[in-house]
């Protein structure tokens, strides 16, 4: 009989339904994340999946992120287990971003949503209640993220899909939930999944031609494909969140963003704690100190979004994130 999950409320600290061995391994958790904060994280994940292997059995967790936004993943699994720290903030920037555009009558694209952590946020009243179609192209991780969607009332869409230039088929690599791949090509190995362009949303009519989009691109690699496929998408009133990684001097989607399409790039300049012009891509060497993490950018030809990053550095957003 499978156990129910253990709850845990981000809000108050509240743990209910965990056994005694599990309170101490969840201390441990977030002790380490408390202490891997100062070194982004690094090798967090690693010795939280340890601990999980060596002493505890399969369970999940179901963390309240707001009193209507449960988010539920495996116990002890060491990405996730950094929301046990609740002065953790999962990809700041884009949560500020997120609660500004609550008033905004947008749809959230969430592609390579993982078990769906941004729509069971961007569909909770805290950030304006938004629809939201999640695409995730893993058959391990697609299960999760439907989970995630039924026990927030079905409230977003999950497609089992990866995103590309175009429709068809891709083989998924990887040995991480959270860096699963279709870059590898067909001879990485791994299993077939089916592949949409950000335009067949369209054509399939999942979405309208015309409206406000923010499109969040956490593909592992194809960042460029997923563009190339978007062209009409990318022409409305939308915007691109993409990830920058840490690990690439030469900041190839950056580099793509500028010379290649006719989108300006925005990226948070932790040096100013203010969303900054990215003009320059030597810019990116002071600001990707850490090459085991993304960097958000976000890439727009809207002017409406333009407008609304820049209008965050007057601080009211920031202010809103603490109520």
């Given amino acids: 009989m499978t156990q129910p999950p253990i709850l845990f409320d981000r809000t108050t600290g509240d743990m209910r339904g965990a056994t005694p061995w599990e309170r101490t391994i969840g201390f441990a958790l977030l002790a380490g994340s408390k202490v891997g904060a100062y070194i982004s994280h690094r090798g967090y994940n690693s010795a939280a999946n340890l601990l999980k292997t060596l002493f505890l059995s399969e369970r999940d967790i179901n963390?309240?992120?707001?009193?209507?936004?449960a988010f539920s993943f495996p116990y002890g699994d060491g990405y996730w287990s950094k929301l046990l720290?609740?002065?953790?903030?999962?990809?700041?920037?884009?949560?500020?971003?997120?609660l500004d555009s609550k008033d905004v009558n947008y749809t959230l694209i969430d592609c390579g949503a993982n078990y769906g952590y941004w729509?069971?946020?961007?569909?909770?009243?805290?950030?304006?209640?938004?629809?939201?179609?999640?695409?995730?192209?893993s058959s391990r991780n697609f299960p999760r993220l439907a989970h995630n969607a039924k026990i927030n009332g079905g409230r977003f869409e999950a497609i089992?899909?990866?995103?590309?230039?175009?429709?068809?088929?891709?083989?998924?690599s990887g040995n991480r939930h959270e860096a699963f791949s279709i870059a590898g090509g067909a001879d990485a190995g791994g299993e077939e999944v089916q592949v949409l362009a950000l335009d067949n949303l369209i054509e399939d009519g999942k979405i309208l031609a015309q409206g406000k989009y923010i499109i969040k691109l956490d593909v592992e690699g194809v960042e460029i494909d997923a563009?190339?496929?978007?062209?009409?998408?990318?022409?409305?009133?939308?915007?691109?969140?993409?990830?920058e990684h840490g690990n690439d001097p030469t900041h190839s989607v950056s580099r793509y963003i500028l010379e290649q399409t006719p989108m300006k790039a925005i990226i948070h300049d932790p040096a100013t704690d203010r969303f900054e012009a990215l003009t320059q891509l030597s810019t990116l060497d002071r600001i990707k100190v850490a090459s085991h993490v993304g960097y958000n950018v976000f890439a727009t030809s809207s002017a409406f979004w333009?407008?609304?990053?820049?209008?965050?550095?007057?601080?009211?957003?920031?202010?809103?994130m603490t109520q």
């Fill in 63 to 69: 963390v309240m992120l707001n009193p209507d936004a």
């Fill in 85 to 98: 720290n609740r002065t953790f903030k999962y990809e700041d920037e884009l949560e500020l971003f997120l």
């Fill in 119 to 137: 729509s069971v946020m961007v569909s909770s009243q805290r950030f304006g209640s938004r629809p939201s179609i999640a695409m995730e192209p």
């Fill in 160 to 172: 089992n899909a990866a995103i590309g230039s175009a429709r068809g088929t891709a083989r998924l």
């Fill in 227 to 243: 563009m190339k496929g978007g062209k009409r998408l990318l022409e409305t009133d939308s915007v691109v969140v993409c990830e």
């Fill in 306 to 320: 333009e407008q609304r990053i820049y209008s965050m550095n007057s601080g009211n957003a920031r202010r809103a």
